[in-house]
């Protein structure tokens, strides 16, 4: 008997498949970046165009979910366009109710509560994504992950996807406590050009600051991959 | 919040049928399902049957000053012009950092400051971070902006401390919220207010709001025949509450007062006195 093809079947030795198949398709995805520094933190993704015809620079993949809080992904492209509509919603719910802004932790929470509902119903299937969330609390900054699984925990680093084990490699040696925003910056770029085909259209960058994000666009994300090779 | 249902497990709710517009719209406060059941009758306002309307005549105060929050509240219950009690206390502790004062209905406003000091532990269960006062505060606000019109009778004030100072607000069952410095709300306000008015400044020590509130309930409880029994005082600091006085009988006030004025009480006080 197969113990696969349904979501809300355990297999005799604990595994929830489908969830692990999920898992399956995050590391199939393409690779993003997360570094927390002490003032911002930078959040850097790959994109890549289907063909020639496409207009790279209009696939947009850092969601921004508040005026100082963004999530990036690795995986599928839809799943995570509707995690980030939920996730903004309960954003402004929050406020609504508490009049405060939602602390990080609690839109990660809620994240991984949404993925982790998926886990345990019939009918429906795991989100196949992995995101990671960014943003200040108390001005303090913080990195979260969250995975198709539901589980959801804080990084100084981290990267999702293809090759995300080299990168993690490269940040575990380069990564230290109290990177300014312009070397986290440069220290993310150096992460994902390791990895990404043909350079710097197929990058997005977003720094994530105190009361604002800051998006990249195509010009400065050239600079900056210029920069970039020009270093080591 | 939108919180996981645990009767939709198995292929029976499906994520069609249950999940298309919970995630997708936006959640107003809605008030939890609470049932009203009264004796006689639907809930009445004012007046009514006189027995089934607990309601009271009351003076509570506040205001923010350089130390923090002081809070100061009398303790009568009044049903028409029956005393039921002098020793109400009309300050809720709500929790360590947070305190809600009672005007209008006692029922009202034990029940759902009560029920929003449960909220405020599970959120700091669940989130691992208090609630802030602002926060509370709207929350409280968002449940009687869904029993607006039910009859609901609350004029209370939330005072607390959070990590960015201490906070008082002024919530009522029409759903209003305001964010102040002073506060007074109650049959007897308007006597407080005089007072406060009158005296206060922000950069007043301890000992002198506390003697200002201590007044201004004195004087709200004696013109006001709904206003009396004994202060209770309260002072919200960075590290949360302390009771000040529990108790101070109002009549032993008049007497001490009228005593520092130099008045006597035997109708002569406009006679020069010999010694």
Redesign the interface.
Known sequence: MSYDTALTVFSPDGQLFQVEYAMEAVKRGLCCVGVRGKDAIILGVEKKSASKLQDVKTIKKVYQLDHNLCMTFSGLNADARILANQTRLQCQQYKIYYEDDPSVDYIAKFTSQQQQKFTQRGGARPYGISTLIAGFSNNKPKLFQTDPSGACSEWKATSLGKSAKQVKDFLEKHWREGLHEKDALLLTTKALMDVVESGNKNIELCVIRKNECWFLNENEVEELTKITAQLQ | ??D?DPS????A????KEDKDE???????SAPQVIYKTLNGPTQINGGNKLNNFKHGTTTLGFVFKEGILLAVDSRASMGSFLSSEQVRKVIEINEYLLGTMAGGAADCQYWLAYLANHCRTYEL????K??V??AS??LQ?ILIGYRNSGLSMGCMIAGTD?TGQHLYYIDNDGMRLKGDIFSVGSGSTYAYGVLDNHYRYEMSLNEAVELGIRAIYHATHRDTASGGVVRVYHIHQNGWTKVHDGIDVVDLHYQFAQQKGLVGDGDEAKQRLF
């Open positions: 919040m939108i996981f939709s497990f198995g292929l709710h499906t994520y069609q995630i997708n719209t936006l959640a107003l406060p669940k989130n691992g971070s609630l802030s602002a926060a709207k929350f968002g990590t």
